[in-house]
């Protein structure tokens, strides 16, 4: 089983929508979570980390549900420049270990 | 403040070969990961760098091998290259992980092998 699993999409909605991705993760002593952004061809980038009380970035919201072992992203008022692959990351600081998950792809559309 | 460095940004080696990868991490941190993405893939963690040694290994083959020097800067060096390496190489730096500090990436090497 994969450390860190995530629907592969693609999300296809329309602009000014709202759109949610999930991504479990199967080590409970999972410590720190984070969402990364990937553009075609381009490295990833820190969008935002998760807590356990909900953060929230503008039109980016950000979960963390222990209990059922996931995280969640949603995406407010979609833009066109949202378009991009989403991965999410699970830190197990106690092992210096860091999983990605294969990365959600969005696509904004006109 | 330059952020992570990675040298080449694209290069094409021959099934055989051997290749050599270079990162210089952001100012200020200590720690150096290299990762693999293929094609339509998440980032597939090779190993991790910290105080010039090897702390961390994914599932990579002895081929992949890599090293630190006393500024942090990395190396990853791949051997007896296959058609399957063919991947964007991403280094990653952050202050210890184990501190709880958050991963940085570079733009990656675009590796190519024919």
């Known amino acids: 089983r994969k450390e860190v699993e995530q629907d592969p999409g693609p999300f296809n909605v329309p602009e000014g929508a709202t759109v949610a991705f999930n991504c479990t993760y199967s080590?409970?002593?999972?410590?720190?979570f984070f969402w990364y952004r990937q553009d075609c061809r381009k490295e990833p980038k820190l969008l935002m980390s998760v807590y356990s009380s909900g953060n929230e970035d503008g039109r980016f919201t950000a979960q963390l549900n222990r209990a059922s072992q996931y995280i969640s992203l949603l995406i407010r008022d979609s833009k066109l420049s949202d378009s991009a692959t989403y991965l999410c990351?699970?830190?197990?600081?106690?092992?210096?270990?860091?999983?990605f998950g294969s990365g959600t792809k969005l696509n904004v559309k006109p | 403040d330059a952020g992570v460095t990675q040298s080449p940004t694209h290069l094409i080696k021959t099934r055989g070969q051997q290749v050599t990868l270079r990162c210089s991490p952001k100012?200020?941190?200590?720690?150096v990961s290299w990762y693999q993405q293929a094609l339509g893939q998440g980032p597939q963690f090779i190993f991790q760098y910290y105080e010039e040694e090897e702390r961390q290994r994914g599932n990579f083959p002895d081929r992949f091998s890599g090293h630190q020097y006393p500024n942090y800067s990395s190396e990853l060096n791949v051997n007896a290259l296959l058609l399957g390496d063919s991947a964007l190489y991403l280094c990653?730096?952050?202050?210890?992980?184990?501190?709880?500090?958050?991963?940085?990436f570079g733009e990656g090497s675009w590796l190519t092998v024919v």
């Open positions: 990351v699970v830190i197990l600081y106690n092992f210096n270990k860091f999983y």
């Open positions: 990653a730096s952050s202050l210890d992980v184990s501190s709880g500090n958050t991963i940085y």
């Open positions: 100012s200020g941190h200590d720690t």
């Open positions: 080590n409970s002593a999972s410590q720190s």
